[in-house]
């Protein structure tokens, strides 16, 4: 009987890959995958479950979730018809880039930024072209611009703050690159509300802007999977054919829509104390010799370390129970690790065991 292996019939491109994934590792301090460190009020939670008690479970949930549309609408400034709820960004990173890459399609990116986005766009048989951040972890802008123009690209992602450095691109320049580029642009605003500001007040100037967002982060639902897209409305069909029918669980919609409801008075203060700890974090990381924070937009930072950032990583979690992100494998940050922002117990403890390595 002649054997045949199944591997053969995998695209090459796919096999060469390395797998987007994250270590197993857990500690008691949990500074690794940019949450918000105080979760969501009890009175989220006991709305959620009240709504909860009076919805049939035994049927589908809408097909649409169009109550959670308008209200996400609302909250963006924006219109229903050009919003796609989806089970996390995640799925909706995926579908765009579905309708938009493939053989023969080209997708730009900046790194070092968000993995998902390179192996995506791989996985799909499109070509990824990459502008490199500048010395400064910034976006170049010029050089944006300047491939935009030679490669002719079908989509440019771009994560603002951008994942893992915090960057961010103004307005003027991103409206440079939406007029240089006859493809879609897309910028993934996953960490928009710890900065401040937002591109969403373009979408009406300009149909080839999609913006992604996710209730993973400030939300505090990362554990529900719910993000959104917000785009032109013919944009947005096009992008909702590569979604799964029913892609939203009713619990989660239900979350969503009660998140959205109270964020103003339930969630944005524990934003605003996320904020304040990341400066106080960026400050006294200043203060420890042989470290170097960069500057960030978000809830997290990247640190220059003078010690490999492997050690770093394992030490803290041995020694001090601290769990970290080492991305000295991405592009341009051999050096660094990345820290999400805390609570200030949290954010103690990692300052503590960083003194402690370093003060030697």
Not at 54 to 77: I, M
Request: charged share 30%; with cysteine.
């Amino acid at each position: 009987m002649t054997k045949h292996n199944p591997l053969d019939k995998i695209k090459p491109r796919v096999r060469e890959l390395k797998a987007y994934t994250l270590k197993p590792d857990r500690g008691a301090v949990k500074l690794n995958q940019n949450e918000n460190p105080w979760g969501v009020s009890e009175t989220l939670r006991r709305e959620t479950i009240k709504r909860m008690e009076s919805r049939n479970w035994s049927r589908y949930p809408d097909f649409v979730p169009a109550s959670l549309h308008e209200k996400l609408a609302d909250f963006a400034g924006w219109r229903a018809d050009g919003v796609v709820a989806g089970n996390g960004s995640n799925e909706l990173i995926q579908a765009t880039l579905m309708v938009t890459v493939g053989e023969g399609r080209r997708a730009l990116i900046s790194e070092p930024t968000f993995a998902l986005y390179r192996q995506v766009a791989t996985v799909l048989g499109g070509e990824v072209l990459s502008v490199p951040l500048d010395d400064e972890l910034g976006f170049d802008v010029a050089a944006l611009r300047e491939a935009v123009g030679r490669e002719r690209p079908d989509v440019v992602i771009l994560c603002s703050p951008n994942n893992p450095t915090g960057c961010r691109i103004e307005e003027a320049a991103l409206e440079e690159l939406l007029e240089t580029t006859d493809g879609v642009v897309v910028i993934d605003e996953a960490y928009f509300e710890f900065s401040g500001r937002t591109v969403a007040p373009l979408l009406g100037r300009h149909t080839n802007l999609a913006v992604f967002r996710t209730f993973s982060k400030a939300m505090a639902l990362a554990g529900l999977r719910v993000g959104y897209l917000l785009a032109a409305p013919e944009l947005a069909r096009e992008v909702s054919k590569a979604v799964l029918p029913y892609n939203l669980n009713r619990f989660s919609q239900t979350a969503a829509e009660v998140a959205v409801e109270l964020y103003e008075s339930e969630l944005k203060p524990t934003v605003e104390r996320v904020v304040a700890e990341r400066e106080r974090l960026f400050t006294e990381l200043q203060n420890v010799e042989g470290l170097a924070p960069v500057r960030s937009h978000a809830n997290f930072m990247v640190v220059r370390s003078s010690i490999e950032p492997r050690r770093v990583y394992d030490e803290l979690l041995e020694r001090f129970g601290v769990l970290i992100r080492d991305v000295s494998g991405y592009p341009k940050l051999k050096d660094y690790f990345r820290v999400s922002v805390g609570t200030p117990e949290e954010n103690d403890c990692l300052l503590g065991g960083l003194r402690e390595i370093f003060k030697g």
